[in-house]
């Protein structure tokens, strides 16, 4: 990994970092979260003087409304607050998978800009401020109307309308309690009415507006607190029916509970308010970074629902977090406990930029480097069909997929489908011709609950059993117990569940429309089971003769024309599980051969569409996420229609050859492997910032992580001749780097960064707020937003490698140096020193150097520092800087070591294993700074060089080059 730097400089940074103190921020900052209360009202203060408006307006009506600074957050529910909410339902009784169910609704987390300040009422719409509007306008609510989901109402009860709210207990509201029993429309007009009163704009805020000024900078479940303080705090925030409060049958007065940090009251609970947005359960996994207003139009069903957000007075606690969220028909009226609260844009006021997305150009472009030539020899061999016999006379029939390249992913889809990308099947399999049926998973699995509960459907227009209806119900983690199962029952058969791309492939059959036999969504119905004509429970649908479906409905397999493979369903039908973890961004740097999905994840991926899906879900590229012990989607009402598909992986010859082996050889030589590295022809690949940019000078010590999606580039940069600051940027092929906009991070330099969870952390050497110096760390959710630092490590650390061994075993390879006298002269001395930990923040050092220093005249004579370690199934491999005379200068190159255990090290050569660039070339003079990785079967490795001889670095244009090992026999 590192950097050399000279001990005098890391004293003046240490000096720097001690003596640093916050600078007044410009006049307007972003207010990026997390931030705590007092930092809400900075920012509130420090954009009213910016724009000259008052903190807080008062209105025409009463109304007070609260500015809210531009900012930036994490929308929905992140990884981390999705496995905290699960285990706080499994807590109070709740079954964790159903829960999970709803917590989709609220997924991905997704990052998020309002890029302008905009005023936000500071309570609900009040009866009396309501009353006002309609007074003096003479508009009357189509409750007043008559009309409830827009047509007449025809309940048991008497309408209920804003003036006679819940007829039903005779509730008689006061002027300052939020007006009830209103449809979307209604406050929409009152909306208009106000900017007309008032000659600004007021409107409902959208969703994410409503989301970031509830959040007010925190990150917790509740603005106020997590699941933790709830039972202490809950009640002073919130008016829910909720332990120690009880049941509630009506609202409270407006503003009575505590404010959250930006002075907004009843944010959480009291009544639920409508924002802008259409309903649709997908918004967020498409959803743009800045000032996202949902989906252009409603849900295909066409039942024009809108988000009503914060929970009420007679919902309990999980509904009113800041992240939740549901759906009402925007024309209802006869809900008890829903309201609203207004926004007022500002005329004329320059807010923050928008931010950049990472990987928006890479998304737009295909990644495609041409055809590929892809050996099929294999599947000769093999039958062209496979029929598995199972237990009781079941079989399952298999269809040989042959090697081959396709375009993956869609360019006319959501955001998680691109970019569209080349991918190489490089080695046959079976894929069952049918999604998995009833007989098959009981054959294997047996008969459980389900299948009484299916048993029981036999009335007249009930269709619901049958040995070839599709299984459904199934989570992730059955389809595990099943696969495990049946390799049991045909011992020698890779049974699996298949890869997005195995998937996608046999799908596409050599296709590149949206499905498999066009892009004419009219011709679906010939190829699938999908909602424009399957027969399902409910929603007014008649038979042909116009008798009304009153059963309950699944589909047999093999009813519809298959694919040009010989597979059946693959549109529609079921949902099919595939093997891979889902993240959004895996195909911005998917490898081209037999991609398997990221390496770790929360969420799986599921294939296909359903029988309750529309076509558009049904296309060949579409993905959809979902929590794996959970086994269907359902939330108002339960949707049966989660399967799977088998396929058997045949063995790579390769592979199995050396595996059977019987001199047990390794198929890769690591250590040549590290010894092979080549630079990249168009380095470098990080230059230095525009003139007047904080970076414009240099770039120097930096750390690579790799995430398995995207790589995070933190590396020191500054101006000639002033302390150095750490900024960040982003890549998905480690070659075309975004550098993050809201650059620097922080001050400091020597930064290096690893994921222990799902928690990022950065090392880097500093002094701590009692002036204690040592190796400080920081952490992060997203790797953009950093923690206050914590002194994990005292004394003169420089150049930390942090490399998690095991689940509770950290290494730490750095840089110590001191003075000696050599030749009669006072140096500076540097070796490569280990620690370490059980956690990765409390470190025991060891005594001696890991790594000796060269002999005398050798290439590493003088000094080592920068190392780099990597945990291979070999052992552990480092490269280091080491340095000594070249040509009469000092320059600084690159070595290689091995271990068996980390603590004891070989060098593998005498040599080095990358030398300085030829003359006159960008990389020239010395090397600053390194780091590697592993992906895909090499090594890929970035370097920070100089064209001068190695100096004070805040005097040297050092830039970022790239490179690779030789690709592995």
């Known amino acids: ?203 409902l805020p959208t969703e994410a507006e409503w989301e970031y000024a509830c959040r007010a900078g925190t990150t917790t479940a509740w603005s106020f607190g ?66 996202p207003t949902g989906p252009p139009e409603q ?61 928006e150009q890479r998304r737009k472009n295909k990644i495609d480097p041409g055809p590929q030539k892809v050996d099929t020899a294999a599947a000769d061999k093999y039958p062209k069909n496979l029929t598995i016999d199972l237990p009781g006379g079941v079989k399952m029939d298999f269809v040989l997929i042959r090697p081959g390249s396709f375009l993956m992913g869609s360019s006319q889809g959501f955001g998680d489908e691109a970019p569209v990308h080349r991918v190489v099947i490089s080695k046959p399999f079976y894929m069952a011709k049918h999604e998995v049926t009833t007989s098959q998973w009981a054959a294997i699995m047996g008969k459980d609950g389900r ?34 199962k049946l390799k049991k029952n045909g011992p020698g058969r890779e049974f699996a569940l298949p890869t997005e791309a195995q998937w996608e492939y046999a799908c596409r059959a050599g296709s590149s429309t949206k499905f498999h036999f066009g892009d004419d969504a009219s011709d679906l119905g010939k190829y699938a089971w999908f909602a424009g004509n399957m027969i399902w ?85 579409y993905r959809r996420f979902f929590y794996p012990a959970a086994n269907g989607d359902g939330v108002t009402a339960y949707i049966s229609d989660f399967g799977c598909r088998m396929v058997i992986n045949l063995p790579d010859e390769k592979t199995a050859a050396a595996e059977n082996s019987t001199n047990n050889q390794r198929t890769v030589n690591y250590t040549k492997l590290a010894r092979s590295l080549v ?85 880097h050497p500093g002094k701590d707020a009692a002036g204690k110096h040592g190796l400080l760390m920081k952490t992060s959710k997203d790797g953009y937003h950093w923690s206050k630092p914590k002194l994990v490590f005292a004394g003169g650390i420089l150049d930390p490698c942090v490399v998690p061994i095991a689940e509770n075993k950290f290494h730490m390879y750095y840089c110590g140096g001191e003075k000696i006298t050599k030749d009669g002269k006072q140096v500076w001395e540097f070796k490569t020193h280990m620690a370490t930990s059980t956690d990765g923040i409390t470190w025991k050092k060891e005594s001696k150097p890991a790594l000796p ?35 009469d200068k000092t320059a600084w190159r690159i070595g290689h070591a091995t271990s068996p255990d980390g603590l004891n090290w070989t060098k593998s050569s005498t040599k080095p294993v990358l030398d300085i660039g030829k003359s006159k070339d960008w990389d020239s003079g010395t090397f600053m700074s390194f780091d590697i990785v592993f992906r895909d079967g090499k090594f890929l490795f970035w370097y920070a060089a100089a064209p001068t001889e190695h100096r004070d670095e805040t005097k040297m244009a050092i830039q970022i080059g790239h490179g690779t090992s030789m690709v592995s026999d």
């Open 537 to 621: 429970p409910g929603g007014g649908r008649t038979y042909s003769d116009g008798i009304p479906v009153k059963g309950v409905h699944y589909h047999t397999v093999g009813m519809k024309k298959p694919n040009a493979f010989g597979l059946y369903d693959m549109h529609g039908g079921v949902w099919e599980w595939c093997a891979d973890f889902y993240s959004k961004n895996y195909y911005v740097n998917s490898p081209l051969k037999d991609p398997t999905g990221p390496k770790s994840g929360y969420l799986r991926t599921l294939r296909g569409g359903s029988w309750f899906r529309y076509a558009k879900y049904c296309r060949s590229a």
């Open 299 to 359: 849900s295909e069903k066409g039942d024009m629902r809108r988000i009503i957000r914060a929970g009420s007075f007679d919902w309990g606690r999980w509904g009113a977090q800041s992240v939740y969220r549901m759906r009402i028909g925007q024309q209802s009226t006869q809900h008890p406990h829903q309201g609203f609260r207004v926004a007022m844009r500002i005329k004329g006021v320059q807010g923050v930029p928008p931010a950049v997305e990472p990987f």
């Open 1 to 203: 990994m590192r950097c050399n730097t000279v001990a005098i400089l890391a004293v003046a940074l240490l000096a720097h970092v001690a003596s640093f103190q916050l600078s007044a921020q410009e006049a307007a900052p972003l207010a990026k979260a997390p931030f705590n209360a007092q930092q809400a009202k900075q920012f509130q203060q420090q954009w009213a003087k910016h724009i000259d408006k008052p903190l807080v307006h008062t209105n025409s009506v009463g109304m007070k409304l609260k500015l809210i600074p531009p900012g930036e957050f994490m929308m929905g529910r992140t990884k981390e607050q999705f496995g905290n909410v699960l285990k706080e339902a499994k807590k109070a009784g709740h079954a964790p998978a159903r829960m999970a169910t709803w917590e989709m609704l609220m997924m991905p987390g997704h990052r998020v800009r309002i890029t302008k300040p905009f005023y936000m009422g500071s309570t609900e719409v009040t009866v009396g401020q309501y009353r006002q509007f309609c007074e003096e306008s003479g508009y009357k609510t189509e409750a007043e109307r008559g009309l409830d989901k827009g047509v007449p109402y025809k309940g048991r009860r008497p309408i209920c309308t804003w003036r006679k709210p819940m007829v039903w207990i005779k509730l008689k509201q006061k002027d300052d309690e939020p007006v009830l029993h209103l449809c979307w429309n209604d406050c929409v007009e009152f909306c208009k009415w106000l900017s007309k009163k008032e000659g600004v704009e007021y409107c």
């Open 679 to 763: 630079r990249y022809q168009n380095n470098p690949v990080i230059k230095v910032g525009e003139k007047g940019k904080w970076d414009d000078q240099t770039l120097g010590c930096f750390t690579v992580l790799d995430d398995g999606d995207i790589f995070y580039f933190y590396s020191g940069g500054t101006q000639f001749g002033k302390p150095k600051k750490i900024g960040m940027a982003a890549s998905s092929d480690g070659i075309n780097w975004t550098k993050y906009e809201n650059n620097p991070l922080f001050p400091g330099s020597m930064p290096y960064a690893i994921k222990v969870g799902d928690t990022f952390r950065l090392y």
């Open 451 to 484: 299948f009484k509960f299916w048993a029981t459907m036999k009335g007249e227009f009930d269709d619901a059993i049958g040995p070839n209806k599709a299984m459904r119900d199934v989570s992730w983690n059955e389809c595990q117990d099943f696969v495990a």
């Open 853 to 887: 220093l060269g002999p005398k005249e050798s290439w590493d004579e003088k000094s080592h520092a920068g190392p780099c370690v990597l945990k291979l199934e070999d052992g552990f491999h480092m490269w280091y800087l080491g340095s000594g005379t070249y040509n």
């Open 226 to 291: 997590n699941f933790n303080t709830f039972d202490k705090q809950g009640h002073e925030h919130m008016f829910v029916s909720e332990d120690p409060q009880g049941k509630h049958d009506r609202p409270s007065r407006v503003g009575l509970k505590k404010p959250n940090a930006f002075g907004l009251y009843d944010m959480h609970g009291n009544v639920w308010e409508y924002v802008a947005d259409w309903w649709h359960r997908f918004t967020y996994k498409n959803s743009p970074i800045n000032d």
